[in-house]
């Protein structure tokens, strides 16, 4: 199996439902050897789970609760990260968290909040962080 890690795919994503094999001979062939399943929601979170279940020796998952969806985190959105952990050995990080002041229909004040709380939960359960960031685009 060759070293290469893939770190960041949106699989999950229902548009690719009926073209993208996520451990297709196509990512073999290009030297991607692992693969890490971003799930874009908390509603994709058991449907990334059960991606990597699927391919066990090539495929792990993440648990992101993106800027897009600051405005849901509240301590029952950190309970429910936790125990989404917990129960999911293939989930191996908290991510892709972070900043994105360019798309995020939420306020930067929100995100900031969110993504605090979220850097000291991976901080106190000693998991690692994906993290993401996006600035506006130069006009």
């Known amino acids: 199996m060759s070293g290469l890690v893939d770190t960041h795919t949106h699989l999950c994503d229902t ?14 062939d290009a030297g991607v050897g692992r693969i890490v399943e971003i799930a874009d929601n908390p509603e994709e979170w058991s449907r990334a789970v059960s991606l990597a279940r699927a391919h066990p ?3 792990r998952c993440s648990a992101r609760p993106a800027s897009h969806y600051a405005d849901r985190f509240d301590a ?10 917990a129960a999911a ?3 191996i990080a908290i991510g892709e ?11 930067p004040e929100v995100q900031r909040l969110a993504f605090a709380a979220l ?7 000693g998991v690692p962080l994906v993290i993401h ?7």
């Not at 850097?119 to 359960?125: P, T, V, Y």
């Open 76 to 85: 029952g959105f950190v309970a429910r990260l936790k125990a989404a952990l």
């Open 15 to 28: 548009q690719f439902d009926a073209t993208v094999k996520p451990c297709s001979g196509a990512r073999a």
């Open 57 to 59: 020796d090539r495929m």
């Open 89 to 91: 050995p293939e989930a």
């Open 119 to 125: 850097l000291e939960a991976g901080r106190d359960w």
């Open 133 to 139: 960031c996006a600035t506006p685009t130069p006009t």
């Open 97 to 107: 968290i972070g900043l994105d002041y360019a798309k995020a229909p939420v306020s």
